[in-house]
């Protein structure tokens, strides 16, 4: 059995703002999807990684599959689709990034489970999905039957990365997410999707209730205020490394991406493992994420560092690398 770090879920495209005394004033074109973008992190960080999703064949889509192929990741997982790729805006008002999706009946939403090869299965190590491929076609059930699978098999991370003015139908959307909260063993949660999720519950108690569900370890990022992350009785506190920040485009994705590398580096690929691992080592795998995502967030768009430049910025902070 090979040792995939596999992300599935959305590929799409970006326009990424060009700002002009603070107006967005263009776009630049850039590959996206939050898990994609996971992908980019752990293959980036050394892991051996795949991505399992589905692509247009227009010509968004072969730009697409041109960039999962560049970035060394393993395509066997990516099926082809005649239909039209998902275009997503990103513009900044008020200093946080806002989406414009156009991608009704699009590639990435036409995923079935039986388009989910084999090798797949037996291949994979660590799965990670979530964001916008819960939303629309075809593409959830596919997401939630794989994930079913591999419960007990890999180690199943999970990020809502939540888009509420994409929810078409709440109640159906939240048991969709009930399901994968029971099936994961990592929930990464930001702060603010939390808050939809839960409204006016403090972060301990909404925490708890995740890990009720079926988590062993929930990690609720804070932007520029840290990480928290509960595992067992362990109740675990990482602060943000200071960077000035160009943009938040892909944070809490190349956090998620260094997370798993992180686990994976010292052979935590299993719910046992990660129960069994000490807190210090734990603390020290945040602490490694956490610097991922602040060397993404000190660049333009959603281009997280390579595994050399995350060990110089940690000895640099004080930190092993």
């Given amino acids: 059995m090979n040792r995939l ?34 992908a980019v992190g752990m293959a980036r960080l050394g892991q051996p990684t795949a991505f399992a999703g589905k692509v247009a064949t227009d010509l968004f889509g072969r730009y697409l599959r041109g960039r999962v192929a560049g ?9 082809d ?22 991608g009704d009946a699009a590639a990435d939403t036409r995923l079935t489970a039986a388009e989910v090869p084999e090798a797949l299965f037996a291949e994979t190590s660590i799965l990670h999905c979530g964001s ?30 939540l888009r509420p003015s994409l929810v078409r139908d709440e109640a159906a959307y939240r048991a969709r997410l009930a399901r994968l909260f029971a099936l994961a063993d990592i929930v990464k949660i930001s702060a603010m999707d939390l808050a939809w999720l839960a409204p006016g ?21 804070q932007g520029g205020a840290g990480v928290l992350a509960w595992r067992g009785a362990d109740r675990l506190q990482v602060p943000a490394f200071a960077v000035t920040v160009v943009d938040t485009v892909g944070a809490g994705d190349s956090f998620n991406g260094g997370l798993l590398a992180g686990l994976a580096e010292r052979g935590i690929l299993s719910r046992a493992a990660l129960s069994a691992l000490p807190a210090a080592d734990l603390a020290a795998t945040l602490r490694f994420a956490a610097a991922v995502a602040a060397l993404t967030c000190a660049r333009a768009g959603a281009d997280p560092p390579t595994r050399a430049e995350v060990r110089a910025f940690l000895i640099q902070a004080g930190h092993e690398g």
């Fill in 5 to 38: 770090l596999t992300s599935m879920g959305e590929i799409l495209i970006d326009f990424l703002p060009i700002l002009a005394d603070g107006q967005t004033s263009g776009f630049t074109m850039h590959a996206g999807g939050a898990p994609y973008n996971v």
């Fill in 71 to 79: 970035e060394g990741i393993d395509t066997r997982f990516l099926r």
């Fill in 81 to 102: 689709d005649a239909g039209q790729s998902t275009l997503a805006f990103v513009a900044q008002e008020d200093g946080e990034p806002v989406y414009a999706f156009y």
């Fill in 132 to 161: 916008i491929s819960l939303l629309r076609g075809s593409t959830p059930d596919a997401v939630l039957a794989t994930v079913a699978r591999l419960h007990g098999r890999a180690l199943i991370s999970f990020d809502p990365n």
């Fill in 201 to 221: 519950q403090p972060l301990d108690r909404a925490a708890a209730d995740l890990r009720a569900q079926g988590a062993a370890l929930v990690v609720v990022t």
